[in-house]
């Protein structure tokens, strides 16, 4: 399994409206999507390189395992 690596914001974005959130509102210079049966929205920071860190606790918060972030990554 590849190790997850910072990434930009907009490739984030597109990962996680691929599956299945959708994009409520920009507040600042962060993002916050909603996905449905999730009971706190993802917020995504707008920065050209996002940490790691950021990226596991979006995963958590969204209910997305490492292998399906891989999957949809490979998609875009």
């Not at 974005?13 to 210079?29: L, P, Q």
């Not at 995504?44 to 918060?61: D, Q, Y």
Request: net charge positive.
């Amino acid at each position: 399994m590849p190790r997850i690596t910072p990434l930009p914001a907009d490739l984030r974005i597109k990962i996680f409206e691929r599956a299945g959130s959708v994009c409520v509102r920009t507040a600042g210079d962060h993002v916050v999507l909603v996905k449905q049966d999730v009971l706190r929205p993802i917020v995504i920071p707008n920065w050209k390189e996002v940490s790691v860190f950021f990226i596991r606790n979006n995963l958590r918060t969204a209910g997305l395992n490492r292998e399906k972030y891989f999957e949809l990554l490979k998609d875009i």
